[in-house]
Nanobody, 124 residues
Framework: QVQLVESGGGLVQAGGSLRLSCATS????????MGWFRQAPGKEREFVAA?????YYSESVKGRFSISRDRAKDTVDLQMNSLKPEDTAVYYC????????????????????WGQGTQVTVSS
C-alpha cells in the first residue's frame, strides 16, 4: 500500500522560506515520478513542481522553488524561497508508479497516489 505524508507547512511572512517534505512508503521504485501540486481556496488544483529523470516547474515558481529527492530517507522535498502571498494554498504530494515518456508530469490525472496535503500560508 502506497502512502504519502506531507509535512513542513505553516505560516510565514512574504519573502520567507519553507521546506515541505513528502514521506513515501510502499512505492516499488526509488525513482518513482513525484510531483507537488497546490490548491488555493476557490481555485483548481495546480501543478507546482515534479521530479523524474529531470525536474519540472510551473512558471509561477521557477527560480524560487526547488524539488529534490532523498533516497536514503524516502522523501521528496520542496524548498520554497521568496514566498509570496499568492503561494498560499494547501500543498499536495503526488506519485505515480512508473515513468511515462509521453507524460508531461504537470496534470493531476497523471498521478496515481496523493497525500493528504499541508497548509502553507504566506502573510503580506
Amino acid at each position: 500500500q502506497v502512502q504519502l505524508v506531507e509535512s513542513g507547512g505553516g505560516l510565514v511572512q512574504a519573502g520567507g522560506s519553507l521546506r515541505l517534505s513528502c514521506a513515501t512508503s510502499g512505492l516499488t521504485s526509488t525513482r518513482a515520478p513525484m510531483g507537488w501540486f497546490r490548491q488555493a481556496p476557490g481555485k483548481e488544483r495546480e501543478f507546482v513542481a515534479a521530479l523524474s529523470y529531470r525536474t519540472y516547474y510551473s512558471e509561477s515558481v521557477k527560480g524560487r522553488f526547488s524539488i529534490s529527492r532523498d533516497r536514503a530517507k524516502d522523501t521528496v522535498d520542496l524548498q520554497m524561497n521568496s514566498l509570496k502571498p499568492e503561494d498560499t494554498a494547501v500543498y499536495y504530494c503526488a506519485a505515480r508508479s512508473s515513468f511515462d515518456p509521453l507524460g508531461t508530469m504537470q496534470y493531476s490525472e497523471e498521478y496515481e497516489y496523493w497525500g493528504q496535503g499541508t497548509q502553507v500560508t504566506v502573510s503580506s
